[in-house]
């Protein structure tokens, strides 16, 4: 077992990393941070539960720590769920201590020499950690890139061997990708507000990195263009999209594209069965109230699929947006034997 730990474990994402890892088969969560008030404290007595799911009774006696290296010796690897503005510094902090980072956060996703991975598009990338250490870090830092991106990087997977170099995407976004503080009951009940902060830019920027070629010790980004449009709508949990690509083949060699999708990994705990669920004939589907938990959270699905070439896909925001891609990318870590 690896012992790992939670850095920022009160919030929604931190509380989803807390629910993944509380029975995680390769690793055991010994140590979780938050904010210096709660430090000292049970972590039962603190946290304000929030999940559809139980509270993990076997975490709550577990006292919070500083978020700092010293606070959490024992540690192999972090999962970091702390803001962007904090991550920067404390992020680097830990990977100079020669502890790895898993992290959901902004901050160190576009720096050349670290990975911006999601492991069913682009494992191969995880070999920027080796040029990390080999500029003299102990430890490393891997991201996961934005909720969204996720969503539309995965569904793109079996389209990349065809040729397009036009992406185009809507994007239809839960409130709960904005935190349990992030949007106020007035503003988003019987209301879409068409603007989300940044996150167009990093949908535009990050697909290209995650899809782009690693040639050596760096990143060539992929060879097409991305215009994205997200909004806020008043769904709970799931992030919806409509998109756009510009691949000139019929639609019936896409299907079954889709159909016949393998992911290049395997042998993953938090892996689904189905890395993409595909829609073939429900004219309506994907829906995220009745779709979000299919693998349980961390499927894609992808639906209408017709000419232009257009289809819609779906995934749960938070688990396979967020907490569980950074669990899956540390799985994939310990497969490679980087810790």
Known sequence: MINVGVLGATGAVGQRFVELLADHPWFKLTTLAASGRSA???YGKIVKWRLDTPFPENIGKLKVVPTSPKAMKGVDLVFSALPAEIATDVE???ADAGIGVCSNA????????????VPEVNPEHLGLIDVQRDAGRDGFIVTNPNCSTIMMVAALAPLRTFRF?????????????AGFEGVAAMAICDNVIPYIGKEEEKMETETLKIMGALKGNKVT??????????????????HTMAVWVDIKEPVEKLKKAFQNYK??????????????????????????????MRGKGMTVSVGRLREGVRFVAMGHNTIRGAAGASVLNAEL?????YL
């Open 106 to 117: 902004s901050s160190h996703r576009m720096e050349p020499a670290i990975p911006l991975v």
């Open 221 to 238: 980004n992929a060879p097409f263009k991305v215009s994205a449009s997200c909004h806020r709508v008043p769904v709970i949990d799931g």
């Open 333 to 337: 870590i310990t497969k490679k034997k």
């Open 40 to 42: 000292g404290k049970p």
């Open 92 to 94: 680097t902090e830990f």
């Open 165 to 177: 170099t036009d992406v185009r995407v809507a994007t239809m976004q839960a409130i709960s990708g």
């Open 263 to 292: 992911p290049p990994i395997k042998g993953l705990p938090t892996q689904p069965a189905e890395s993409i669920h595909f829609f073939e004939e429900e004219p309506d589907r994907p829906q995220p109230r009745l779709d979000r």
